[in-house]
């Protein structure tokens, strides 16, 4: 019987024809030896002209926990073993550790690694599972006895010997009932929910092995553990399996694993230097917020000086939105779960919410999200198409359930202040409504300080019509009008195929901070769910009634999210016009008090945040507690500088004073300063 050939397209468009059953390994040494060595991983599709994809694998083998599959697939594009034989015509890409895409596989097979260790050095611990991280890898365990600090040494320790004998990552197909018996007898009840929640009865699964290890996954992986060059175990928490209280605490070890011992120890350092940052540490450090036991988690308490930053930042908001045209509105903390049951969400977004609340009159649900509201004004009267675009604008606090174990500071909380905003349009002014929100999420990012962003655009998979909502001509008139939004404000973008919300395509902004990390904050979303379900109408030219267009925008994303990130990104060290305390007073002495008290009322009056310390401390020392409150500006007040009129100026960050000057020049360049937003304390230093 004659071999069957299939042709194999690599990057550069050149053709392979080769038997069917070769590997991506075999077309790797046909091109050269060093290529095949360096080869971590393939990347494989059906070619355009191709077959459908073959049907030899076992189905279930592309589920499992570990599985890298499904978010590569929309694209076409699936990771493949090097040994895995090709029964059709692809497209092959071979990565290697110049493709930063080979990061997540070989990261995956790092979490191998971890576990393989663990099991050698404690033999009595039951496997969860290990999937890769944007920033490296976790495996859970199930172990009585916590793990320490020590033992973390050890299995790292371990690591390193494992990869040292360089085991070969192998897959192997296994019947099901065989994989249960073998898990169940060694106690992994883990692997036992998994096998039985991802495979199917009567059909093989997929494990994989690297010397005595075993591990049901679906992969893929690198050829062996010896090409593991540089990894580290970085931490190690608590996780509840399932992610439910009720069941027993795995204990979570994260680790990080790089193709480069540089390249790791730069990531460490980012790690060290975002740990400088908490905004956790920092917000208690300088009193700006707290989360209160008594009252519960995911529950923010905004102190006095976070308070007063945040009312900038409302401020600036509401501001904004009345100059482009927005307009302020409020709704209510609760709904009828009617209302709920109208916008879908008591269908498909229940589990988010609240539970609900039995009143007199019917059942109520804290509302953890601001839109329905907004159309409800919106159909309060009948619109005309004179009367759009209608833009609403609500700083609005909305409640989401939060699981206890994965609430973080103000990063994730279960009461959050939204910038929400929801625009209601013609067809015709749906392009320009979307360049004025991307134009106002841009002026947020520079009014905040923020140089850096990305851009993505969410669209639908046409060809998965089931997960997204509207036909065809919604969806081309939608992802055109943010399409078209974003080039003619050139705006560099990524676009992201099945990644749209159900009911529209979106747009997201993620700013990147001070060290290099980005940060998911400003959206902007077409809905054709909301007005269909609401049926929200307007008079049209011709007097007929028509479907408005509904745009969600949301630009900090939440308060306590954005002024988290902030924390983060300026170390605790605001700009003047956000500092809760702008100016510091410091009398050298007693009788210097009332020049200072001056000094002081001078910058009341000019609209100045300013604190007066005339303590009976020495000066160094108050000195030095003003400046870890990370204070703008420190002014020394003396004999000399009462008499001259002038203040000694000590600026945030810099080692020596920078000198003295006439106290109005001060007050005239710091009320500069404020309004002009400005970064940085040196600008226009004289006034």
């Known amino acids: 019987m004659s071999q069957t050939n299939i042709q194999v397209t690599l990057p550069?468009?050149?053709?392979?024809?080769?038997?069917?059953?070769?590997?991506?390994?075999?077309?790797?040494?046909?091109?050269?030896?060093?290529?095949?060595?360096?080869?971590?991983?393939?990347?494989?599709?059906?070619?355009?002209?191709?077959?459908?994809?073959?049907?030899?694998?076992p189905p279930e083998a592309a589920k499992g926990p570990a599985s890298m599959h499904a978010q590569h697939s929309k694209a076409g594009w699936q990771f493949a073993d090097l040994n895995k034989p090709l029964e059709q015509d692809v497209d092959l890409r071979l990565l290697t550790d110049r493709d930063p895409e080979a990061l997540e596989v070989y990261r995956h097979s790092s979490a191998h690694l971890l576990a393989t260790a663990v099991l050698e050095l404690f033999?009595?611990?039951?496997?969860?599972?290990?999937?890769?991280?944007?920033?490296?890898?976790?495996?859970?365990?199930?172990?009585?006895?916590?793990?320490?600090?020590?033992?973390?040494?050890?299995?790292?320790?371990?690591?390193?010997e494992i990869a040292a004998r360089d085991e070969k990552f192998e897959r192997e197909f296994i019947p099901r009932n065989e994989g249960l018996a073998r898990f169940r007898a060694e106690g992994d009840f883990m692997k036992v929910h998994f096998i039985e929640q991802f495979t199917k009865p009567g059909e093989p699964i997929s494990t994989y092995r690297n010397g005595k290890f075993v591990?049901?996954?679906?992969?893929?992986?690198?050829?062996?553990?010896?090409?593991?060059?540089?990894?580290?175990?970085?931490?190690?928490?608590?996780?509840?399996?399932?992610?439910?209280?009720k069941n027993p605490q795995l204990q979570r070890i994260?680790?990080?694993?790089?193709?480069?011992?540089?390249?790791?120890?730069?990531?460490?350092?980012?790690?060290?230097?975002?740990?400088?940052?908490d905004h956790r540490v920092l917000g208690k450090q300088l009193d700006l917020f707290s989360i209160q036991d008594l009252a519960g988690p995911g529950l923010i308490f905004w102190h006095p000086k976070g308070g007063l930053i945040r009312k900038e930042m409302e401020d600036w908001m509401r501001d904004e939105y009345l100059k482009r045209g927005y307009s302020l509105v409020y709704t209510p903390h609760a709904f009828r779960v009617n209302l709920w049951k109208t916008s879908g969400h008591e269908g498909y977004y229940a589990q988010n919410m609240f539970t609900p609340m039995a009143l007199d009159d019917a059942e109520y649900r804290m509302k953890p999200m601001n839109c329905p509201g907004h159309i409800l004004i919106y159909q309060d009267a009948l619109r005309s198409y004179r009367d759009l675009p209608q833009r609403y604008g609500e700083l609005g606090t909305v409640y989401r359930y939060e699981r206890s174990g994965v609430m973080h500071g103000l990063l994730r909380v279960r009461g959050f202040t939204?910038?929400?905003?929801?625009?209601?349009?013609t067809p015709e002014q749906i392009e320009g409504e979307i360049v004025g929100c991307m134009e106002f999420a841009l002026a947020v990012l520079k009014a905040f300080g923020f140089t850096e962003y990305q851009v993505e655009l969410s669209i639908w998979d046409p060809n998965d019509k089931k997960n997204f909502l509207g036909g065809d001509e919604k969806w081309e008139l939608a992802i055109r009008s943010l399409e078209s939004?974003?080039?003619?404000?050139?705006?560099?973008?990524?676009?992201?195929?099945?990644?749209?919300?159900?009911?529209?395509?979106?747009?997201?902004?993620?700013?990147?901070?001070?060290?290099?990390?980005?940060?998911?904050?400003?959206?902007?979303q077409f809905d054709f769910n909301l007005p269909e379900r609401f049926k929200l109408e307007y008079v049209a030219e011709d007097g007929s009634r028509k479907q408005p267009l509904m745009v969600h925008r949301a630009l900090y994303g939440s308060i306590e999210r954005f002024f988290g990130v902030l924390i983060e990104h300026y170390a605790g060290a605001f700009p003047v016009w956000l500092s809760p305390v702008q100016v510091a007073v410091?009398?050298?002495?007693?009788?210097?008090?009332?020049?200072?008290?001056?000094?002081?009322?001078?910058?009341?009056?000019?609209?100045v945040r300013v604190h007066l310390d005339d303590r009976a401390e020495k000066m160094n020392s108050k000195v030095r507690d003003l400046t870890m409150q990370k204070i703008p500006f420190i002014l020394v007040v003396g004999e000399k500088e009462a008499e001259a009129g002038t203040v000694n100026v000590r600026v945030r960050g810099q080692q020596q004073p920078e000198g003295t000057v006439p106290a109005e020049q001060f007050v005239a360049r710091v009320k500069r300063l404020i309004a002009e937003k400005t970064v940085n304390l040196t600008t226009d230093k004289h006034g």
Not at 218 to 225: A, C, L
Not at 513 to 523: F, H, Y
């Open 12 to 57: 550069d468009g050149s053709k392979k024809e080769v038997p069917s059953g070769t590997t991506p390994l075999d077309i790797a040494r046909s091109i050269s030896p060093r290529l095949a060595d360096a080869t971590l991983v393939a990347k494989i599709r059906p070619s355009a002209d191709g077959s459908e994809p073959s049907a030899s694998e």
């Open 123 to 160: 033999p009595e611990t039951k496997l969860g599972h290990g999937p890769p991280t944007d920033s490296g890898f976790f495996y859970d365990f199930y172990r009585p006895t916590t793990f320490t600090p020590e033992d973390l040494e050890k299995i790292e320790k371990r690591m390193g």
């Open 215 to 245: 591990d049901f996954c679906r992969g893929p992986h690198i050829p062996s553990t010896g090409k593991i060059k540089a990894f580290k175990l970085t931490s190690i928490a608590g996780a509840y399996w399932l992610g439910d209280e």
């Open 254 to 277: 994260y680790g990080t694993s790089f193709f480069n011992k540089k390249d790791m120890e730069q990531h460490l350092h980012a790690i060290e230097e975002a740990k400088k940052r």
């Open 418 to 425: 939204q910038d929400d905003a929801h625009i209601f349009c």
């Open 485 to 524: 939004a974003l080039k003619s404000l050139n705006i560099p973008y990524k676009t992201i195929p099945g990644e749209a919300a159900f009911y529209g395509p979106k747009i997201d902004v993620k700013l990147v901070d001070a060290i290099g990390r980005p940060w998911q904050l400003s959206t902007v």
């Open 586 to 607: 410091i009398p050298i002495s007693d009788k210097h008090n009332e020049y200072a008290k001056k000094v002081t009322q001078q910058l009341q009056a000019a609209g």
